[in-house]
C-alpha cells in the first residue's frame, strides 16, 4: 500500500476562519482512516487580530508528534505568513492568494519572500470566494477546495465534511461554504497544473470503527465524569480553562456541582474542602495559578485530604505567554511547597493517556488521601487526536477510600500508623469518627503535637504512604533493546514523550543504536528502573521544554552520572527532527 505524510498550515488573521479550516481538514482526513494530529496556535487576547496557525499532520501510519516542518502553507494573509515561511521546507508547497482586493505594498507578498525551491500556486482565493457566496470571507474555504484537488481528495467526501460543521447553522451559511469549497475545488481543477509529488491518489485506509477526535482538555473532562468526580473548583485561565467549561454543562447531569471561584485560592480551598467532606473533587489551572494554591497543596499533605489539580503548563516565569506551550513547572510540580511535602504527579505523554492519568489521579488521591497534581501543557490540552474511544474505569477505580472497621472507631485514631502509611479515613458523619484535622502537625488523634519524635513519626508515615504509591503506578515506557547495550538512550517525559519515542524510531532506521524511557508517574518516580535502564545506555539524552532542564538535573540525581541536554523554550511543541539531530551529533 502507498504511504503518506505530509504536514499542512494554514496561517492567517484572528476572525479569518483559519482554525476552523484546520478543523474541517482533521476531521474529513480522520473520518477516511488517516492518522491525524492537529495544533493551533493563536493570539494570546481575546479577541485580538494577530497571526493564527492551524497544523495538521496526516499519515497513513501511527503519528507520535505533530512534526516541525509543514509541507504546505496556505496563505490567508500574506503578511502573517511571511513570518511563518521559516515553518515551512525549503522544498515545499505554498498555496497563496494572487489576486488580493488590494494590492500589496513592497516586500508585503508572501510570494516574494518564498525560497526559489519552493513549489507555488497562486489561486485567486478572493475572487473565488467573492463569486460563490458574494463576500471574501469564504477564502478558508475556497483554500480547502483547492488542497482536496490539488492532492487528489474526495471532494465529495470532504462537502460532507463541511455540511456536518455548519449543520446547526442556517441554510444559507451551509450552502455559502460548500459553494465556496466547490469553486476553490472545480478552478484548481480546471487551471493548476501539478508540480508537487504529494498525492492521496491510491493511498488506500483500511475501514475501521469511527474514532474520538479530541484534544487533552476534554479527555481530562470526560475522564472526570467517568471517574465519579462529584464537585470541581476553578477560576478560568489559559489554557486549562476548557475543562471548566464543559464541566459546567455535564457535572450536573452527573449529579455533580461546579463552583467558578474569585481566585486560584479560593478555588484549591473549596477542592480541600469537598475532599475533606468524602466528596471527589479537582481544580484545573496554569503555573500562575498553581503559584497562588501551595499553601493549600500543602494543607492536603499534612491533613492527608484528597485534591486534584490539573496544571496545563504555558510559557513562564509569572503570567508569562498564555498560548505557547513549555514544560517549566516540573519544579514547581514534584519538588514546590514548604516543608517535606511528598506529593503524587502524573505527567500524561499523550492525548490518550490524558484520560488515563485522570482517572488514575482522582483514584490515588482518594486510595492515599493526599495531594495529586496531573501535569499537562498547552500542546497536550490544545492537540487535536484522532484515537478509540477509552474505555470506562472499573469499579474499583470508582471507590477508593479505606474506611475504619467498627473495632477502629471504638477509639479512632484518624492517623493511625499503618504498613502502607494509609491510615482508615472516616467521612465527616460518620459514627464515632470525630477526629482532629488541622495544617498543624498533630499526633495519631489529630491532635496538635510538636515533639521532635512525633513530627518524625508523621512524616515517615507521609513518605512510605507516599513510596506505596509506586506499586501501582503504570509502568514505563521502554522501547526494545537491540542487544545488550544501546549507544543512546532518550529520557523524556510529559508532551516531549512521543517526539522522543518518533526519534528512536527515525535513529534506528539510520542505524543508531538507541531506545527510550519515559514514565507518566513523575513523583514518586520509578528510580529503580531508570537506573536499570541507564546501566545499559553508554550515552543519556534528556529533551524537554524549558531553559534549565528541570528533569534533565533531576534524573542526573538519581543516577550520579551526566547526560546530554536539548533544551527548547521556542513555544512550540518538541519536534522529533530536532531529537534526531542531536542524536546524530551524539
Known sequence: MKDINIVIEICGSAGEGTISAGEILSRFMSGQGFEIMSFDSYPAEIRGFGKCVAHTRISSNPIYSPGKL??????????????????????????????????????????????????????????????????????????LGVVAALFYMDGQGFTQSIQERYAKKKQIVIDSNVNSFLEGFNWTQKHIEKTDAFSFDGVTMPQTREKLIINGNQLVARAALDANLKFYAGYP??????????LSRELPKHGGSLLQTEDEIAAIGAVVGAGFGGIRAMTATSGPGFALMTEFTGLSVMAEVPAVIVNSMRGGPSTGIPTKTEQSDFNAAVLGGTGDCPRIVLAPTDIFSCYQSTVLGLYLAEKYQTLVVILLDFFLSNSIRNIDTPPKPSPAFLDANIAPTKAELEDYQR???????????????????????TGLEHDEYGRPNYSDKGHLKMS?????????????????????FNGDMADIGVISWGSSAGAAHEAVIFAKKEGINAVSFSSVMLSPFPEKALISFAEKCKTILVPELNYGGQFANFAVNILKRPVERLNYITGRPMASEDILEKMREM
Open 237 to 246: 485561565i489559559t489554557p486549562a480553562t476548557k475543562i471548566m467549561e464543559i
Open 460 to 480: 515517615q508515615k507521609r513518605f512510605s504512604k507516599h513510596a506505596s504509591v509506586l506499586e501501582e503506578a503504570p509502568a514505563p515506557i521502554i522501547s526494545d
Open 415 to 437: 492517623y493511625r500508623v499503618t504498613p502502607s502509611g494509609i491510615s482508615p479515613r472516616a467521612i465527616p458523619g460518620t459514627p464515632g469518627g470525630i477526629f482532629f484535622s
Open 70 to 143: 509543514a509541507d504546505v502553507l496556505i496563505s490567508l494573509n500574506d503578511g502573517h505568513s511571511i513570518s511563518q515561511l521559516s515553518a515551512l521546507k525549503r522544498t515545499g508547497i505554498l498555496i497563496y492568494d494572487n489576486a488580493p482586493s488590494k494590492p500589496h505594498g513592497e516586500d508585503k507578498s508572501v510570494l516574494g519572500w518564498a525560497d526559489p525551491e519552493t513549489v507555488t500556486y497562486g489561486i485567486p482565493l478572493t475572487m473565488l470566494a467573492n463569486r460563490a457566496a458574494g463576500s471574501s470571507r469564504g477564502r478558508n474555504m475556497v483554500a
